[in-house]
């Protein structure tokens, strides 16, 4: 096997370091593990070549930055059409970016779909000239916390892998302090699907540039949680030019309201939608007009009282909401989740329409065990819509003989919660009888 195809699989050409220094084959899940490889136990990527994923683990490849790679042989090439590797993943590794970009064109002869970076270092930077013009079979492309040189003023480079990165459906980049995006990387980017930027120093004043005209034309999927994002109105403005825009997380990150968030439009295309640990005590608005999930749990509400007509799934878990909100205003709504409220009961009204969903979740709330507390869910629990949680984390608070019972438990019969409805009769007979009598 050539060196040039052991390169392309995962850069393999580690130093040695330390007592792991082979690689591993399971063959159940057709997964391979290389660490530390060398020139000496590089044998052991034999075994490696039947796997669907292959990860590299640890090493240094500084010492190949001037070794020699030629065109590929014809048998190099058909070797590497044969290999069934579909993933790579490169972790715990100096990447010259110069090696890099001399070894990423071989990719275009094998099938490997997905290629992922974990804890690399990428040091200076490549001559990406060699790819003008090259497509590659990688659609997904992740890096997580890595370091490299920044992005701005590398448009020559991302223009030099045009071709391959306008195909590209999948990108992440995350855990990787990333403050910014220059506009133009995103318009080479005009076929991607999915981006998540999760977990990095985004800042409301870097959401416009990224997304500007032209930016990532066709993206559905976008992920800016565990960010520096602060104003709801300004992250708006800076996602408005995502018009194919269906899956927006805005997750753990501090936002608030301004004056002028009522003039902010959000995409119409928006249908999931992500709040949840964002630090809301009131729901924002304007929402995106046609949702249909909305995330807003693991926040401060108090109240909610919305209008969505087109919303089927709803998550308020972990808030202080006291009542349940009306089920009237969600016609379609078919999931809804009140874990960890401050709930005490659920009016008889609300138990009947909640009835009608298929996924009801009201665990750990402060439940008066009253006969309409306890039988209301009591009802929802026979009718099957009382989701995972029942019967273990549903207890009562009060009243004080039944606090900490199983709400299941508590006995909600004729004879003890409409006892006037069976005494009444009663009473009616006895006397129809005393005047028989008489």
């Not at 659609?139 to 892998?161: D, I, K, W």
């Not at 018009?243 to 968030?261: F, K, T, V």
């Not at 295309?269 to 709040?275: E, Q, V």
């Not at 019967?391 to 409409?418: D, F, I, K, N, T």
Request: charged fraction near 15%; hydrophobic fraction near 40%; aromatic fraction near 6%.
């Amino acid at each position: 096997m050539s060196v040039a195809v052991l390169l392309l699989l995962g850069l393999g050409l580690l130093v040695a370091e330390g007592r792991r220094d082979r690689c591993f084959f399971n063959r159940t899940q057709e997964y391979c593990v290389c660490y530390n490889l060398s020139e000496e136990t590089m044998s052991s990527i034999i075994q490696c070549l039947s796997a669907t994923v292959v990860e590299f683990q640890g090493g240094d490849l500084e010492k190949y930055i001037a070794f020699p790679i030629r065109d590929l042989t014809p048998s190099a090439i058909e070797t590497l059409g044969s290999l069934v590797v579909q993933k790579i993943i490169i972790g715990n590794v100096l990447v010259p970016e110069i090696l890099l970009a001399r070894v990423l064109r071989f990719f275009s002869y094998t099938h490997v779909q997905e290629l992922a970076f974990d804890s690399c270092i990428f040091q200076g930077t490549g001559n990406w000239s060699a790819m003008d013009g090259q497509t590659l079979p990688i659609v997904s492309l992740s890096f997580h916390n890595v370091t490299s040189s920044p992005l701005t003023g590398r448009e020559q480079a991302f223009s030099s892998l045009g071709r391959w990165l306008g195909t590209l459906q999948e990108l992440a980049v995350t855990s990787s302090r990333v403050s910014s995006l220059p506009c133009a990387i995103g318009r080479v980017f005009r076929a991607l699907l999915s981006l998540s930027l999760a977990q990095n120093s985004l800042g409301d004043g870097s959401l416009a540039p990224a997304f500007c005209q032209g930016a990532f034309p066709h993206l559905q999927e976008l992920s800016l949680s565990h960010n520096s994002l602060s104003s709801y109105h300004r992250v708006c403005e800076g996602v408005g030019l995502l018009l194919r825009l269906r899956h927006l997380d805005l997750s753990h990150n501090q936002l608030m309201a301004n004056s002028s968030s009522s003039s902010c439009q959000w995409p119409a295309s928006l249908r999931h939608f992500n709040l949840s640990n964002t630090g809301l005590h009131e729901v924002l608005m304007p929402l995106p007009p046609n949702l249909e999930v909305l995330d807003m749990s693991h926040n401060h509400l108090r109240a909610l009282d919305l209008l969505l007509s087109s919303l089927k799934k709803l998550f308020l878990s972990q808030n202080l909401l006291q009542a349940v909100p009306s089920i009237r205003n969600y016609p379609r709504l078919d999931t809804l989740h009140l874990d960890n409220n401050s709930i005490s009961e659920l009016p008889r009204d609300e138990v009947t329409l909640l009835g009608r969903l298929q996924d009801v979740a009201v665990a750990d709330n402060p439940f008066s065990c009253s006969c309409s507390g306890a039988g209301g869910l009591q009802a929802l629990a026979a009718s099957g819509h009382l989701g995972q949680g029942w019967p273990e984390e549903y207890r009562c608070q009060s009243p004080a003989q039944y606090r900490g019972w199983p709400v299941a438990q508590v006995p909600v019969s004729v004879l003890r919660c409409h006892l006037a409805a069976v005494v009444a009769p009663l009473c009616v007979i006895l006397a129809l009888l005393g005047v028989a009598g008489a």
